[in-house]
Protein backbone atom coordinates (compact mmCIF):
# COMPACT_ATOMS: atom_id res chain seq x y z
CA UNK A 1 0.00 0.00 0.00
CA UNK A 2 1.05 3.56 -1.56
CA UNK A 3 -0.94 5.22 1.90
CA UNK A 4 -3.57 4.43 5.05
CA UNK A 5 -6.22 6.01 2.60
CA UNK A 6 -4.99 4.20 -0.57
CA UNK A 7 -7.31 0.68 -0.65
CA UNK A 8 -9.42 1.20 2.65
CA UNK A 9 -11.11 -1.74 1.84
CA UNK A 10 -10.36 -4.27 -0.41
CA UNK A 11 -10.81 -8.39 -1.27
CA UNK A 12 -7.98 -9.14 1.54
CA UNK A 13 -7.61 -8.17 5.20
CA UNK A 14 -10.26 -6.89 7.92
CA UNK A 15 -12.67 -4.13 6.84
CA UNK A 16 -12.63 -1.28 9.43
CA UNK A 17 -15.34 1.19 10.47
CA UNK A 18 -12.34 3.58 9.28
CA UNK A 19 -11.96 1.85 6.20
CA UNK A 20 -15.82 2.02 5.32
CA UNK A 21 -15.86 5.65 6.34
CA UNK A 22 -13.19 6.45 3.91
CA UNK A 23 -14.92 4.59 1.14
CA UNK A 24 -17.87 6.22 1.66
CA UNK A 25 -16.16 9.73 1.89
CA UNK A 26 -14.59 9.11 -1.59
CA UNK A 27 -17.97 8.09 -3.01
CA UNK A 28 -20.02 10.83 -1.96
CA UNK A 29 -16.80 13.26 -3.58
CA UNK A 30 -17.40 10.98 -6.58
CA UNK A 31 -21.36 11.77 -6.35
CA UNK A 32 -20.51 15.61 -5.94
CA UNK A 33 -18.21 15.57 -8.42
CA UNK A 34 -20.68 13.78 -11.05
CA UNK A 35 -23.99 16.01 -9.96
CA UNK A 36 -21.33 19.28 -10.48
CA UNK A 37 -20.48 18.08 -13.73
CA UNK A 38 -24.41 17.55 -14.85
CA UNK A 39 -24.86 20.91 -14.03
CA UNK A 40 -22.01 22.42 -15.90
CA UNK A 41 -23.65 20.47 -18.86
CA UNK A 42 -27.18 20.85 -18.38
CA UNK A 43 -27.50 23.87 -16.13
CA UNK A 44 -31.70 23.95 -16.66
CA UNK A 45 -31.07 20.83 -14.05
CA UNK A 46 -29.47 22.71 -10.98
CA UNK A 47 -33.05 23.51 -9.24
CA UNK A 48 -33.57 19.74 -8.54
CA UNK A 49 -30.08 18.21 -9.15
CA UNK A 50 -30.36 16.48 -6.17
CA UNK A 51 -34.18 14.92 -7.15
CA UNK A 52 -32.63 13.41 -10.36
CA UNK A 53 -29.13 12.98 -9.15
CA UNK A 54 -30.02 10.09 -6.33
CA UNK A 55 -28.59 7.38 -8.22
CA UNK A 56 -31.82 6.14 -10.28
CA UNK A 57 -32.33 4.52 -13.55
CA UNK A 58 -33.88 6.25 -15.58
CA UNK A 59 -36.06 4.91 -18.50
CA UNK A 60 -35.52 6.74 -21.89
CA UNK A 61 -38.87 8.62 -21.94
CA UNK A 62 -38.43 9.35 -18.33
CA UNK A 63 -34.91 10.60 -18.98
CA UNK A 64 -37.00 12.94 -21.69
CA UNK A 65 -38.97 14.23 -19.59
CA UNK A 66 -36.34 15.27 -17.44
CA UNK A 67 -34.41 16.93 -19.54
CA UNK A 68 -31.71 14.39 -18.91
CA UNK A 69 -31.29 13.94 -22.59
CA UNK A 70 -32.34 15.72 -25.86
CA UNK A 71 -33.37 12.77 -27.54
CA UNK A 72 -34.39 9.23 -28.19
CA UNK A 73 -32.74 8.00 -31.45
CA UNK A 74 -30.90 4.92 -32.52
CA UNK A 75 -27.77 5.19 -33.64
CA UNK A 76 -28.79 4.65 -37.06
CA UNK A 77 -30.81 7.43 -37.22
CA UNK A 78 -28.26 9.45 -35.54
CA UNK A 79 -25.85 8.60 -37.86
CA UNK A 80 -28.46 9.68 -40.37
CA UNK A 81 -28.99 12.79 -39.34
CA UNK A 82 -25.47 14.08 -38.77
CA UNK A 83 -24.59 13.16 -42.31
CA UNK A 84 -27.83 15.13 -43.60
CA UNK A 85 -26.48 18.00 -41.94
CA UNK A 86 -22.98 17.41 -43.64
CA UNK A 87 -21.37 16.12 -40.88
CA UNK A 88 -18.75 13.73 -43.21
CA UNK A 89 -18.78 9.73 -41.40
CA UNK A 90 -15.05 8.89 -41.81
CA UNK A 91 -15.19 5.70 -40.57
CA UNK A 92 -17.27 2.48 -39.49
CA UNK A 93 -15.95 -0.09 -38.04
CA UNK A 94 -17.59 -3.39 -36.70
CA UNK A 95 -15.87 -4.79 -34.11
CA UNK A 96 -16.27 -8.83 -33.58
CA UNK A 97 -17.84 -9.43 -29.98
CA UNK A 98 -15.11 -9.79 -26.99
CA UNK A 99 -13.97 -12.64 -25.92
CA UNK A 100 -15.47 -13.12 -22.33
CA UNK A 101 -14.49 -15.28 -19.83
CA UNK A 102 -18.03 -15.64 -18.94
CA UNK A 103 -19.88 -16.27 -22.50
CA UNK A 104 -16.94 -17.92 -24.33
CA UNK A 105 -17.07 -17.58 -28.14
CA UNK A 106 -16.03 -21.13 -28.48
CA UNK A 107 -19.25 -22.60 -26.50
CA UNK A 108 -22.67 -22.94 -27.45
CA UNK A 109 -24.08 -20.66 -25.31
CA UNK A 110 -25.45 -17.87 -27.56
CA UNK A 111 -28.30 -19.41 -28.60
CA UNK A 112 -29.32 -19.91 -24.88
CA UNK A 113 -29.68 -16.25 -24.54
CA UNK A 114 -31.42 -15.64 -27.79
CA UNK A 115 -28.27 -14.30 -29.14
CA UNK A 116 -26.35 -14.47 -32.34
CA UNK A 117 -23.07 -13.53 -32.19
CA UNK A 118 -23.73 -11.10 -35.20
CA UNK A 119 -26.21 -9.15 -33.20
CA UNK A 120 -23.33 -8.38 -30.26
CA UNK A 121 -21.35 -6.44 -32.69
CA UNK A 122 -20.82 -3.06 -31.94
CA UNK A 123 -20.93 -0.60 -34.32
CA UNK A 124 -18.62 2.83 -34.00
CA UNK A 125 -18.41 5.69 -36.08
CA UNK A 126 -15.65 8.02 -36.22
CA UNK A 127 -17.51 11.78 -37.47
CA UNK A 128 -15.49 14.75 -38.62
CA UNK A 129 -17.96 17.81 -36.64
CA UNK A 130 -16.43 20.49 -39.95
CA UNK A 131 -19.32 21.13 -42.19
CA UNK A 132 -18.42 19.80 -45.77
Known amino acids: RGGKDKAPVGL ?8 KQTTQKMID ?3 EA ?3 HVIKARPILESHIDEI ?5 WLGVDALNLK ?4 IKSSDEYIEEKVRE ?3 VLKMIANPP ?3 FLLPRSTGVWPRFGLKKEGLRVVSCIAETVKK
Do not use: C, M, P, Y
Not at 68 to 71: F, Y
Open 68 to 71: LIDD
Open 53 to 57: GSGNV
Open 34 to 36: FKA
Open 29 to 31: QTH
Open 12 to 19: LGEITHEG
Open 86 to 88: GVR
Open 98 to 100: SQS
